[in-house]
């Protein structure tokens, strides 16, 4: 498996962090909830503050924007989890898999 970005991206975000992960044995019966509950507790302390003050989500509204997109308009993954976690005080469960990748951006 063959994974990369453009150069055009590098070029014009040449701070972009990438990843891909290959997971192997997950299945919908996973134990993920300490792995989850460690995740949900950084995002119930960052919930009473709002999203729009802390650093990961400044870089994404300020990425957003550089790409012509209203950043409160369109939010980047981790901001619109966090609402909904702060409104919430849960995230919805579909799969371990889904879950902890829902969960890994409310750190």
């Known amino acids: 498996m063959y994974f990369r970005h453009t150069p055009e991206i590098w070029q014009d975000y040449p701070q972009l962090a990438a990843m891909a992960i290959f997971a192997d044995g997950i299945d919908a019966h996973a134990a993920v909830d ?14 009473g503050a709002s999203e729009a003050a802390l650093p990961p989500i400044q870089a994404w509204r300020r990425a957003f924007a550089r790409m012509g ?3 409160t308009q369109y939010r980047c ?8 976690y702060r409104r919430d005080r849960v995230l919805p469960r579909v799969h371990p898999l889904v879950d902890l990748c829902n969960a890994v951006p409310t750190r």
């Open 34 to 47: 300490d792995r989850l509950a460690g995740y949900l507790a950084h995002a119930e302390a960052a919930a």
């Open 77 to 84: 993954a981790s901001e619109a989890l966090l609402r909904r």
């Open 69 to 71: 997109m209203k950043p």
